[in-house]
């Protein structure tokens, strides 16, 4: 019986028979240096390298002097809708403005009051359709470590995280919904126990897919 792939000791590279996996403990044997290894995570390996063969869309990657760049930039289509919709909606807010001031000469404390959420609805709209058509995210990894970026040009947050050599990296469902679906994050094994977690805003399932195969790899 032979392996529907040809799995690899990560140890010394030997190949690994079939007869030395226990599927239902999820471990593998390496007769050639006796290291036994997580079967779900060497078949992992495997399909990360079909996953990092090609890079997805919207994605670029790129070597500099800080480490591995990985760059996610949103679709744009929706910088534009909210762009158009903060327009009307602004507009729409500073008519209403001016209509009031011109009748209460200038105008009432109650009216500025009420007025006051429609004006940072617009604010806030207007901040999410710049960072949709201008932002980033982007990883900067070296092995054992990253960083992760969200931000315009370099004004933005940035986050540090460790990749432990044996630190889990998968892809699970997060508590947030967009138009009635579930979003996925990327989740990242943390040696205090406390997972990172992100990539909720990318859209694509090929993106994401290819970001966690990298940070499995970035593993040191």
Known sequence: MTTPVELK???????LAMENVNMATDMALCRACNKI???SDLVQEERDEEILDSIPRRMSVAKTARGLEVTYRRPKGVGFFLLLFTLIWNAITYVAVFAMMG???HGGIFGQLFLI???????GTLLGAVYVLFGRMTLTLTPGRGELFRGVGSLGRRQQFLLAKDARVSIEASNIQQNHKVL???VVEQPDGKPFEFGTGIAEEEAQ????????????
Do not use: D, H
């Open 9 to 15: 000791c990560p140890t010394c590279g030997a190949l």
């Open 37 to 39: 290894s997580r079967f």
């Open 103 to 105: 009748e209460t000469g």
């Open 117 to 123: 959420p429609f004006i940072l609805v617009g604010f």
């Open 184 to 186: 996925n994050k990327i």
């Open 209 to 220: 897919q290819y970001a966690a195969a990298l940070l499995r790899q970035m593993r040191g």
